[in-house]
């Protein structure tokens, strides 16, 4: 029982990271809610089904492709339809939930509302101290890891890094310094989406994949970037593991669980909110405070 | 008398008739009373029905979203523990349907409160996604209890709300006019009479400044919560009690999104605008889902036509079609017909002459 929850817990604070992290950067960036993140990740998951399931490829290459077409997929949606009302911000939120609802319903038509599953790449199960888990699962582990270290290293060590990082602290200084910003948005957009997509790619074999599989992701997503604090890269990854074993461990351990999923890791946000209202690593500004 | 009744015209024609929206709106209202003389068809009036109720819920986001400054995000909450209260009390208890509305408008208010508490330490995003977590908890709650909710399947044997069709949109239609001009007369900001509209504005503008002026904020924004709750739960009995059921898809996340997608494709800030918004896209999808391949593609439909009209109209179609034909004097703020080149009541000119 303890092992189950610990790999499950990790396979799915893993994937929440991964998308948080993704949510967190285009918010702190871009100051966008894009709530169709988690359809990016969706989509990811449902490109490499086609690729690797309908059209045979295998799939290592299929994954390389999924992840390209979503980082293109991600700035062309930015390009096209968030870039040109930034002013309004409750707009560019509606019009993502637009654009999630497309995907979904694209989605439906072509494929139907059912479940379906990917073969894992790898069958079988390995041993590590005792613990048994799937290939897959190990596997889910330690691309999410990767991916996150990549970011890590990708904002804190190159020339992109800097300049993203410049223009989530300041907008009008980083453009005053020569950074071109909304060059940085979309960037940071089409980053974003690649990082959905790894995490598709990621649980697709683990879970089930269907046209309505971004929702719940999508409440988790908010709760743990919103938890670990707006704009706080590290802040969300925590709020991600925690809200991820919250819910293992109620699925696991509570009678009908699976019911109380997605209750459980929002209740949890909304208790941390009201001990401290700027969430886990949040800022607090003095005009914000009441 | 004959000089009261003709005083009564002129203030209508100046306050009414001499301002297109307002022309508009009268005009739209009366067709919708009318509605049922001139198509007597069943299922357009249950669309119709349907979208009125919609339109109050959609106002009430937008009196506590939009004027207030307060981004709710799970708005369901109060239309579906409305609508859940009503339906337990009428089919546990058999309490009739005049009472189980108001009751659970009531519960909407005390769950208005419960959202506002949050709200009185949280703000912006923050709120937002606080008040989307509510009606997913609730949603968890109501699958684990069953026998008692009715669990996935909903509840179903919910009582009518009256005897025929006919009555049933008139009721909610009465309803809805009423709901819907309270609401606006509370938001007027530049009502003589009721105050609160100014201090809404107040506050969504700069909360501190409305801090620093003497407005009790804290007060004020509790009570736009539990406004907006009792309407929202107004709409969400009402639900109950046509549909005769309440099911657990009222409180999910494309549910919260609903009113928000109606009031930013009318306009934000309005009222009006929310119901404008509700009257367009609601009976369009589902007229449209009357055709067979139209079923399949009516969201498709419903959010390209979103995507394009807030591309090219950010602040939603009222406001643009507003600021298209009507026209603010610069002297007297009294509202033109764009036609004209000096105001209506001080013959100041209305556009630099070129």
């Known amino acids: 029982m303890v092992e189950a929850i610990l790999i499950n817990g990790l396979v799915l604070g893993g994937m929440y990271a991964v998308l948080a992290v993704g ?14 993140h988690t359809a990016f990740y969706m989509v990811g998951a449902y490109l490499i089904l086609i690729m690797s399931i309908m059209l045979g490829f295998p799939s290592l290459p299929s994954i390389v492709l999924a992840i390209a077409i979503m980082g293109i997929t991600g700035r062309v949606i930015y390009k096209l339809f968030l870039d040109r009302v930034k002013e309004h911000p409750v707009a560019v939120m509606i019009i993502s939930v637009g654009v999630a609802i497309l995907f979904q319903e694209v989605l439906l038509i072509g494929f139907g509302g059912h479940f379906r599953g990917i073969d894992p790449f790898i069958h079988g199960f390995v041993e590590i101290g005792g613990i048994r888990a ?14 996150l270290v990549a970011i890590r290293l990708l904002l804190s060590k190159t020339q992109v890094g800097n300049a993203i990082r410049a223009v989530a602290e300041d907008r009008e200084i980083a453009n005053v310094m020569g950074i071109d910003v909304s060059r940085i948005c979309v960037i940071t957009m089409g980053i974003s989406a690649v990082l959905a997509a790894v995490a598709g790619a990621v649980v697709a074999p683990v879970f089930m994949v269907h046209p309505l599989m971004w929702l719940h992701p999508l409440t988790i997503v908010l709760a743990a970037v919103v938890l670990g604090g707006l704009g706080s890269i590290k802040g969300s990854i925590l709020g991600a593991f925690i809200l991820g074993f919250a819910e293992t461990a109620v699925i696991f351990l509570v009678p009908m669980g699976a019911f109380l999923r997605g209750a459980v890791g929002l209740s949890v946000m909304v ?10 690593f949040g800022v607090v500004f003095e005009e914000e405070r009441l | 008398m004959g000089s009261y009744l003709y005083r009564l015209y ?28 001139i198509i007597p068809h069943p299922l357009v009036l249950k669309i119709f029905s349907l979208a009125a109720l919609f339109a109050i819920f959609a106002a009430s986001w937008d009196f506590l979203s939009g004027f207030t400054g307060q981004l709710n995000l799970g708005h369901a909450l109060f239309f579906g523990v409305s609508a859940y209260s009503a339906a337990l009390l009428n089919v546990h208890l058999g309490v009739p349907p005049w009472a189980t509305i108001p009751i659970g408008a009531i519960a909407g208010v005390i769950a208005g409160l419960l959202v506002g508490i949050p709200a009185l330490r949280l703000r912006g995003f923050y709120l937002a996604l606080v ?32 005897g025929s069709r006919v009555l049933d949109y008139y009721i909610i239609l009465l309803v809805a006019t009423a709901s819907i001009l309270v609401m606006w007369k509370l ?4 009502s003589k009479i009721v105050r609160t509209g100014v201090i809404l504005h107040a506050i969504r503008e700069d909360e501190i400044t409305a801090r620093a002026s003497g407005i009790n904020t804290v007060r004020y924004k509790l009570m736009v919560f539990s406004i907006s709750g009792f309407f929202a739960g107004v709409a969400g009995g009402l639900y109950a009690h046509y549909i005769r059921i309440a099911g657990p898809s009222i409180l999910e996340l494309f549910f919260s999104f609903q009113p928000i997608i109606w009031t930013i494709f009318g306009g934000i800030v309005t ?42 109209m950010p602040q939603g179609i009222t406001r643009w079609v507003r600021d298209h034909i009507e026209e ?17 009541a001080c013959r100041a000119p209305l556009r630099a002459e070129k």
């Open chain 2, 271 to 312: 009222i009006y605008g929310a119901v404008a918004g509700v009257f367009i896209l609601y009976p369009l999808v589902e007229l449209v889902r009357l055709h067979p391949v139209g079923e399949i593609y009516r969201i498709v439909l419903m959010v390209l036509i979103l995507i394009v009209v807030l591309l090219f």
């Open chain 2, 131 to 162: 008040t989307l977590a509510f009606p997913i908890i609730l949603i968890g709650v109501i699958f684990v209890f069953p026998d008692i909710t009715g669990g996935e399947l909903g509840l179903f044997g919910v009582d009518r709300l009256s």
């Open chain 2, 328 to 344: 603010i004097c610069p002297r007297c703020k009294l509202i033109n017909i764009r036609t004209r080149r000096y105001c209506r």
């Open chain 1, 271 to 280: 208790v941390v909110l009201l001990l401290r209202p700027e969430g886990l």
């Open chain 1, 23 to 36: 949510f967190a950067l285009v918010f702190g960036v871009a100051k966008i809610l894009n709530m169709a």
């Open chain 2, 187 to 190: 938001t007027d900001g530049r």
């Open chain 1, 134 to 147: 799937a290939y897959q699962q190990v596997i889910a582990i330690v691309t999410s890891l990767l991916a």
């Open chain 2, 10 to 37: 002129r203030g209508f024609q100046g306050e009414i008739l001499a301002v297109p929206g307002r022309v508009i709106a009268l005009i739209f209202v009366t067709l919708l009373f009318l509605l049922p003389h």
